[in-house]
């Protein structure tokens, strides 16, 4: 356990990630309501997504321990039995008290590395050691990520209540430590390098999205969104 732990936390592909460059220009630059929604609206794909993936993974791990850790991530992400409390409507309500109509946050196309991203969470949730890689990969740098939002949104809307990210920073803590808890299994060796090599495929994935975001919001790059559904 501590083995893939320390290997994951570790990994150069999280650090890449968590350290993106897109993060510092959402710091340091001058922003546009119009940069920010962009980022806004591609966020909202996976964010949408993630429930269903979650739930498709407890239905693949074999393990008591393992669906109970995850179930309460999911429990989490709903809202806690609140569904006005679900992650996916604060993100609305919150961007729309920052001056985001919903078509910005919740109606834009994927770009195609967004496409990309929530078609390998449908795709790794069918099997159970690409399942675990994702969910444990997605929560040791989600709490980044999603600062990054926060950043920018506060700079252009001079706000500084976001209740969204302010759920994170509340819960992201026991999702890593439920996370943690469903990599507790006696796994062969065989078992940790899927499961190692699943967060290193999703973090490159998420590498692509920041990168395509960052051609689009801070480079001379023609955006071009495709009209491609995303699976619910």
């Given at each position: 356990?501590?083995?893939?732990?320390?290997?994951?936390?570790?990994?150069?592909?999280?650090?890449?990630?968590?350290?993106?460059?897109?993060?510092?220009?959402?710091?340091?630059?001058?922003?546009?309501?119009?940069?920010?929604?962009?980022?806004?609206?591609?966020?909202?794909?996976?964010?949408?997504?993630?429930?269903?993936?979650?739930?498709?993974?407890?239905?693949?791990?074999?393990?008591?321990?393992?669906?109970?850790?995850?179930?309460?991530?999911?429990?989490?992400?709903?809202?806690?039995?609140?569904?006005?409390?679900?992650?996916?409507?604060?993100?609305?309500?919150?961007?729309?008290?920052?001056?985001?109509?919903?078509?910005?946050?919740?109606?834009?196309?994927?770009?195609?590395?967004?496409?990309?991203?929530?078609?390998?969470?449908?795709?790794?949730?069918?099997?159970?050691?690409?399942?675990?890689?994702?969910?444990?990969?997605?929560?040791?740098?989600?709490?980044?990520?999603?600062?990054?939002?926060?950043?920018?949104?506060?700079?252009?809307?001079r706000l500084e209540n976001l209740p969204w990210v302010d759920i994170h920073i509340l819960q992201e803590p026991d999702h890593v430590d439920q996370a943690n808890e469903a990599l507790e299994a006696g796994f062969t060796p065989e078992e940790v390098e899927t499961i190692v090599a699943s967060a290193e495929e999703m973090w490159t994935l998420w590498i692509a999205f920041f990168?395509?975001?960052?051609?689009?919001?801070?480079?001379?790059?023609?955006?071009?969104?495709?009209?491609?559904?995303?699976?619910?």
């Amino acid at each position: 356990m501590q083995d893939i732990t320390e290997r994951l936390e570790e990994n150069p592909l999280r650090k890449e990630l968590i350290h993106h460059p897109f993060f510092k220009e959402v710091r340091t630059s001058d922003l546009t309501r119009e940069q920010v929604g962009v980022f806004l609206g591609q966020w909202w794909h996976p964010l949408h997504y993630f429930p269903n993936f979650l739930s498709r993974t407890i239905d693949q791990v074999p393990v008591l321990e393992m669906k109970t850790a995850i179930c309460k991530i999911l429990y989490q992400e709903l809202g806690e039995g609140d569904p006005s409390r679900a992650h996916e409507r604060m993100y609305i309500s919150t961007m729309n008290d920052a001056g985001f109509d919903r078509a910005t946050v919740a109606e834009a196309a994927p770009f195609e590395e967004t496409r990309r991203l929530v078609q390998r969470y449908e795709e790794a949730s069918a099997q159970r050691l690409s399942a675990l890689g994702f969910v444990y990969g997605t929560e040791v740098a989600d709490l980044a990520m999603v600062a990054g939002i926060g950043n920018a949104v506060r700079r252009v809307s001079r706000l500084e209540n976001l209740p969204w990210v302010d759920i994170h920073i509340l819960q992201e803590p026991d999702h890593v430590d439920q996370a943690n808890e469903a990599l507790e299994a006696g796994f062969t060796p065989e078992e940790v390098e899927t499961i190692v090599a699943s967060a290193e495929e999703m973090w490159t994935l998420w590498i692509a999205f920041f990168n395509r975001l960052r051609q689009v919001m801070f480079g001379e790059v023609p955006v071009e969104a495709e009209e491609v559904p995303v699976t619910v």
